[in-house]
């Protein structure tokens, strides 16, 4: 199994520009999420999705969207790029036990740069 | 947004030491987990409690789910230059909060 992985694994984009990250998992997994890290700030979440064809915000949604078209993948699209954007971008995946709770467990990271 | 309490923000020992690390919250938590994540990677699953009082441990690394349910810590015993990284502590209420790292640096 390849886990979590996320394409591209970096990104220069200018202000204004759009792109879209791309998180694959084959862990038969329901929930996915998609996190960003900055310096000194831990990871925070910007959207997730505990479902195919569902998808709700995070703690900073703003300027994000995303897609859940397929049970495997999850999208995060930037429609128009910023330079607070800049960050590594990471996508992890979770099953829920019967408590509830979910175990993460995370693709290796893209590292976007827009100037 | 809430985030977790978690120090040190960084330690910087010898090869041999033991390593202390903890992370506090003021709301309960039902889940406590451990990551680490290496340098140019993404987080990797450590420990995880489930109950408060629960300690457990995995080769080197033990952890406890604090008994007031709002902390949790982590200890590594005889470091090795291979346990540098960043340390994250993660917590749920319901989706989880991540804590802002231990950076730990292992001089041989």
């Known amino acids: 199994n390849a886990g979590v992985t996320q394409t591209p694994k970096f990104r220069v984009l200018k202000t204004g520009q759009s792109m879209t990250l791309l998180c694959a998992q084959d862990?038969?997994?329901?929930?996915m999420y998609w996190y960003r890290q900055d310096p000194g700030m831990g990871l925070r979440l910007i959207h997730y999705?505990?479902?195919?064809?569902?998808?709700a915000k995070g703690e900073v949604p703003d300027g994000y969207n995303v897609s859940r078209l397929k049970k495997q993948n999850f999208l995060l699209g930037l429609e128009s790029a910023a330079p607070s954007q800049t960050s590594v971008y990471f996508c992890?995946?979770?099953?829920?036990?019967?408590?509830?709770?979910?175990?993460?467990?995370f693709g290796p990271g893209t590292r976007l740069t827009v100037l | 947004g809430q985030q977790l309490n978690q120090s040190p923000q960084s330690m910087f020992i010898q090869e041999g030491e033991d390593v202390s690390m903890n992370c506090t919250s003021s709301?309960?938590?039902?889940?406590w987990l451990w990551y680490k994540q290496d340098p140019g990677e993404g987080p990797v699953l450590l420990i995880a409690?489930?109950?408060?009082?629960e300690l457990t441990s995995n080769g080197r690394l033990t952890a406890q789910f604090g008994i007031t349910r709002k902390d949790s810590f982590l200890n590594i015993s005889a470091s090795i230059p291979s346990d540098v990284g960043i340390y994250f502590c993660?917590?749920?209420?319901?989706?989880?909060?991540f804590g802002t790292g231990t950076l730990l640096a292992v001089q041989p």
């Open positions: 409690l489930y109950k408060a009082g």
């Open positions: 999705s505990v479902g195919e064809g569902t998808t």
């Open positions: 993660a917590g749920q209420p319901d989706k989880l909060i």
């Open positions: 862990m038969n997994h329901e929930y």
């Open positions: 709301s309960i938590f039902n889940t």
């Open positions: 992890a995946s979770s099953t829920i036990r019967e408590w509830g709770y979910n175990e993460q467990f």
